[in-house]
């Protein structure tokens, strides 16, 4: 049964809009959880529109309140005040009707590992009671346009991160809905699969006119939606057009350069500067936001260098966004604030000289011609690099590039087919345990126990790390302090905010006060917010000599890295600093590529014909 809701009270999109244009019509509504004896609030009072035919972004840090509003927008959970309005629908009171008109793709795709695609597309057509008639030729055109083809018989749980995506969201659309519901739809999946994703979202608005509400951490993302709804801790801060978003902040984005200078020096430095809200690494140089109404002076920023280049840059949404709540939300953490020096680990100060050359002491990690086959298949083939201390050293590749492989074989959890590892100065092969004891590993699913409590996750990492009496009560008092878990002591694990699992994750690798740091995508499924805080602290590590390796899928982290090496079917198609990466990718002066264009360039370069399959 169709219902016309009553007229919008007002709201962000202005209350003389026609009500038939909206595809979702949110007013006032919040929601609370029970977690313990607390009652913890997820939405107050959200009011928020979306418009037909559009695509609508939904953005905001962990905690912001995204899944809980499209779980209310699919009628899978009821608001405790408010209303929510779907297709002309009350969400609440006709849920049936509502979820007959919209398909909801969750965040971890919602597939079933132990059947074949065929199978899992099978169960969602008979779930959405699509006819034998039509399924033929639905399955036809969603293999096509997902590229799954060929996979029909391989079970979901040996598929690519990339290709689950892809199939959770082919499962989503055996009814093409009128409304489609994507909740991180893209998160540890590498920049191919989510340019595909985007081309696959696009094409569903442009041809079959479907209206998509989609939460996203990825802040480039929100710049290809029609609309973006920021959120923050339950609330909306703002809703408008991302260029819109853009146009604020003329005249506050500013990049930094000195000729001979670490960029990641330099943003170290430039983030305690009076006036800056921001600082990031990006294309070699830092990136900056000014106050409103501050423009930064050249000589006052860095004013014990020379040459010192600043020039005003086209905003971003990015640079929106993280002004939108430094100003509205003063005390929202962005990761600005230097935590107290850790005194347990090697000093050396934070410096903006020039880098000088390579060392030529012996290389902390050395990987010379490795191979790992499983079977026939070489997930690593004949793969060579040399990592110095203190050297921030990034494993970039597509899903499947054998990122993953190569850090099990550094860590000793798998053995070589061939080749030689050391980690430092143990040869992996013969002494794992011995080279497992100098480094520190942090996995992207952060590896913690969910039923301990913060207190006892550091407790039992400490203890299986050897240590014992003052020395793990020291380390543990160390960590609850540095990295501000201590209000948090006694809470479960797996009850922390996404962004304080990561924090507790880094500190129980760190608790042995490791030389080596190990990092499996440690960034996936966390905040804008999250990441920049993260790289603070990686930051001040690398500083003081601890080496650092790091996979990650967000290209804008590359830029943190002193050296890359980028991965593609098992071998190295590029190794350098970032700058010389992008110049093998293409990059000149008169064009200049960004990592992520120069990441894909390279990777199509690689596979015959120029596909990305």
């Not at 779930?127 to 060929?150: D, I, K």
């Amino acid at each position: 049964m169709r219902v016309s809701p009553p007229a919008s009270p007002g709201g962000l999109l202005g209350s003389d809009a026609d009500p038939s244009e909206f595809v979702v019509d949110v007013r006032q509504v919040h929601k609370h959880f029970l977690l313990g004896k607390r009652q913890v609030p997820a939405l107050r009072g959200v009011s928020l529109r979306g418009r037909r035919g559009r695509v609508t972004g939904l953005i905001g840090p962990d905690g912001a309140g995204k899944t809980t509003l499209l779980r209310l927008i699919a009628g899978l959970l009821a608001p405790d005040a408010g209303e929510v309005w779907v297709l002309g629908r009350d969400a609440t009171h006709d849920s049936l009707n509502v979820q007959s008109v919209l398909s909801y793709m969750p965040q971890r795709f919602g597939l079933y590992e132990d059947l074949t695609v065929i199978e899992n597309l099978e169960l969602y057509a008979d779930l959405q009671r699509v006819s034998r008639a039509h399924r033929r030729e639905r399955y036809q055109e969603l293999l096509h346009m997902t590229g799954l083809g060929p996979f029909t018989r391989r079970l979901a749980g040996r598929l690519s991160g990339g290709m689950k995506q892809k199939l959770g969201l082919a499962c989503t659309l055996v009814r093409t809905p009128e409304l489609l519901l994507l909740d991180e739809p893209t998160v540890g999946v590498d920049p191919l699969s989510r340019r595909e994703l985007w081309s696959i979202v696009n094409r569903l608005v442009r041809e079959s006119g479907v209206s998509v509400f989609m939460s996203t951490l990825y802040l480039d993302e929100a710049e290809q939606c029609d609309e973006v709804v920021i959120l923050h801790q339950g609330e909306v801060l703002d809703q408008d057009e991302p260029q819109a978003f853009r146009e604020r902040m003329q005249g506050r984005s500013w990049t930094v350069e000195v000729e001979g200078v670490r960029p990641r020096a330099l943003q170290a430095r430039l983030a305690q500067s009076p006036g800056i809200l921001d600082a990031v690494v990006q294309d070699d140089r830092v990136r900056l936001i000014s106050e409103a109404g501050t423009a930064p002076e050249a000589d006052r920023l860095l004013d014990d260098l020379r040459g010192v280049v600043l020039k005003s840059v086209e905003p971003r949404f990015e640079d929106s966004f993280i002004a939108l709540l430094r100003t509205r939300i003063p005390e929202v953490d962005l990761g600005m604030a230097q935590p107290e020096r850790d005194k347990s680990l090697p000093h050396s100060e934070v410096s903006t000289s020039p880098a000088s050359g390579r060392s030529t002491a012996a290389p902390v990690i050395e990987v010379r011609n490795v191979q790992r086959r499983f079977g026939e298949f070489y997930a690593v083939r004949g793969v060579s690099f040399q990592v110095e201390r203190g050297e921030v050293f990034g494993l970039l590749g597509a899903n499947g590039a054998g990122k993953s492989t190569m850090f099990r074989m550094l860590c000793g959890l798998l053995p070589p087919s061939a080749g030689s590892l050391s980690v430092a100065g143990v040869d992996v092969r013969r002494a794992a345990s011995d080279a497992r004891a100098r480094l520190g590993y942090m996995s992207q699913r952060f590896s913690l126990y969910g039923y301990l409590s913060v207190r006892q996750n550091l407790n039992f990492f400490s203890s299986a790390y050897g240590l014992a009496g003052r020395r793990r009560a020291g380390r543990i008092a160390w960590a609850l302090e540095q990295f501000q878990l201590g209000p948090l002591a006694s809470s479960t694990s797996a009850d922390l905010p996404l962004g304080y699992k990561q924090r507790l994750a880094l500190a129980c690798a760190l608790m042995h006060e490791p030389e080596i740091l190990f990092l499996d995508e440690p960034t996936s499924g966390v905040d804008p917010l999250a990441r920049r805080e993260f790289w603070r602290r990686i930051n001040e590590l690398a500083e003081r000599r601890v080496t650092v390796l790091v996979t990650t899928h967000f290209l804008e982290e590359a830029e943190y890295c002193d050296r890359l090496a980028v991965m593609a079917s098992g071998t190295i198609l590029a190794l350098g600093t970032p700058a010389e990466v992008k110049r093998l990718a293409g990059s000149s002066p008169s064009r200049p590529l960004g990592m992520e264009e120069a990441f894909i360039h390279l990777i199509e370069q690689s596979v015959p014909g120029g596909g990305t399959s």
